[in-house]
């Protein structure tokens, strides 16, 4: 997947750090708290979405995501969401052997079948032609779909600027209060 970068309001940032008479110390503890905090946020809010996007259930999808520790950089810190938007093999979806092919979760592919592969687990496979081989292992393309989904639904919406502008706020709040 590409890198999306986000560009957040600066003024509500600097609002609350001028009402909170914050220190450059709280405030970037406070901003790298709450990255590591939008991060969960991103996960918990991408695991439901695309699942129901995808049709494909949140277990899978889970094992999919992963967030790296937070990079401290000139510009400031970073935090880092991987999503794994390779395709998915049909057997990890609980597939199902039919008269007309195979049916793995929402997902129907007729003519396949399920057999034992050459590194000895079970998969999907579907004949290119009428001949007995080749056979081409079946899988389900997500990368297109989950794309727009996160650009549009998760990073692109104002849900998540909300999102930040409040945990950012509770923050800095909490380490004026607590660290004078």
């Known amino acids: 997947m590409g890198i999306i970068e986000l560009d957040l309001e600066a003024q509500g940032i600097q609002s609350a750090i001028l009402d909170l008479q914050a220190t450059e110390a709280q405030v970037a503890k406070a901003l790298n708290s709450t990255l590591g905090k939008m991060a969960a ?33 000139a510009d400031g810190s970073s935090i880092t969401v991987w999503y794994g938007l ?27 079948f399920i057999r034992t592969g050459r590194n000895g687990s079970r998969q999907v496979f579907k004949r290119r032609g009428a001949a007995r081989l080749p056979l081409d292992k079946q899988r ?24 930040f502008q409040k945990t950012f706020e509770h923050e800095l709040q909490w380490r004026t209060r607590t660290q004078k």
């Open 41 to 73: 946020w991103m996960r918990s809010r991408s695991v439901k979405g695309l699942s129901s996007e995808l049709q494909v259930q949140q277990k899978i999808i889970r094992r999919r995501l992963k967030s790296f520790r937070m990079k401290r950089t």
């Open 86 to 112: 390779d395709p998915i093999a049909l057997i990890y979806l609980g597939a199902r052997q039919t008269k007309q092919g195979v049916v793995a979760g929402k997902h129907k592919v007729d003519g396949a």
């Open 140 to 163: 389900l393309d997500i990368e297109d779909k989950a794309n727009t989904y996160l650009e549009d639904k998760v990073i692109g919406d104002v849900a998540f600027e909300t999102q």
